[in-house]
């Protein structure tokens, strides 16, 4: 495997960067973040990098192997700015934690680019993964369910933000803006009457002012989120509740759950499932 693959060096790269000295890897990633936000991650060269710092190419490589590395490093750089979320609630930590997300990635679009799973995480963006599993710790939701509800929301994050850069991208590339483009579509818009549901929100004003689909989504990602939350708490609850009488179940340290309250409850649940069956 060659250096500029090497996930093992990516790790060494990313959390020893405080120990390495002269043309450090720092000045090369802030100025590779400069490109980054100028021209996105398709301009992104390390002779692009090499020529903003004044210096060769091969200089950059004693530093970082190759470009692959060089995003990695970005990404957490760019991570450093985000804090610990405050907030009283789970849905207010995880909302605050989403939202930095968001507006990172509007300061840098180029991250909305970064794709797939393999890429190593630096000690900025652990740091702020444990700071969306710390706002859902407390929510009384499985290890695994707490994991599954940071991942939704990430990946929501992530899908916004790539719809934004898209829209930019495009916007850019015609000089023309998202709202001007569409509403010049006019031969379009007069196929459209064919469709009942179309026609009927069209003239109802349904298009006139649409949701912010970041702030809709956010919102009704996290009501299903609590949701989920109060209906684990609520089947928590009904386990606690002898399943006779619905009095309080004193549960034991260790072993199996118990179901009834009392010797008595039990026994009656024994002979209304003989008189049933």
Not at 51 to 67: A, I, K, Q
Not at 172 to 178: D, F, I, K, M, W
Request: net charge neutral; aromatic share 8%.
């Amino acid at each position: 495997m060659s250096k500029a693959h090497d996930p093992d060096l990516g790790v060494e790269l990313l959390w020893d960067q405080g120990r390495r000295a002269g043309l450090s890897a720092g000045r090369i990633v802030r100025a590779a973040v400069e490109v980054a936000d100028a021209e996105g991650l398709a301009g992104l060269s390390m002779r692009k990098v090499a020529e903003r710092l004044g210096f060769t190419t091969m200089s950059l490589y004693r530093h970082v192997p190759g470009r692959d590395h060089l995003v990695d490093l970005m990404q957490d750089a760019v991570l450093a700015g985000v804090t610990a979320p405050d907030g009283r609630t789970w849905r207010a930590r995880l909302e605050a934690c989403a939202r930095q997300g968001y507006e990172l990635r509007r300061r840098h679009p180029w991250l909305a680019e970064i794709r797939g799973g393999r890429h190593v995480p630096g000690p900025n963006a652990v740091a702020y993964y444990d700071s969306m599993l710390a706002a859902v710790r407390d929510t009384g939701l499985t290890p695994a369910r707490m994991i599954a509800v940071v991942d939704l929301v990430g990946r929501f994050v992530d899908a916004e933000s790539l719809r934004l850069l898209e829209t930019r991208r495009a916007e850019e590339s015609s000089g023309v803006s998202h709202e001007e483009w569409w509403g010049a579509r006019d031969s379009l818009y007069a196929r459209l009457y064919r469709y009942p549901t179309l026609t009927w929100l069209w003239e109802s004003g349904g298009y006139d002012e649409p949701e912010d689909p970041f702030e809709f989504g956010l919102a009704r990602l996290l009501d299903g989120v609590e949701l989920l939350v109060t209906q684990e708490r609520d089947e928590r609850r009904d386990e606690s509740r002898c399943q006779v009488c619905g009095e309080p179940v004193e549960q034991p340290v260790s072993g199996r759950p118990r179901a009834y309250c009392s010797r008595a409850c039990q026994q009656r649940a024994y002979r209304r499932r003989r008189r049933d069956a």
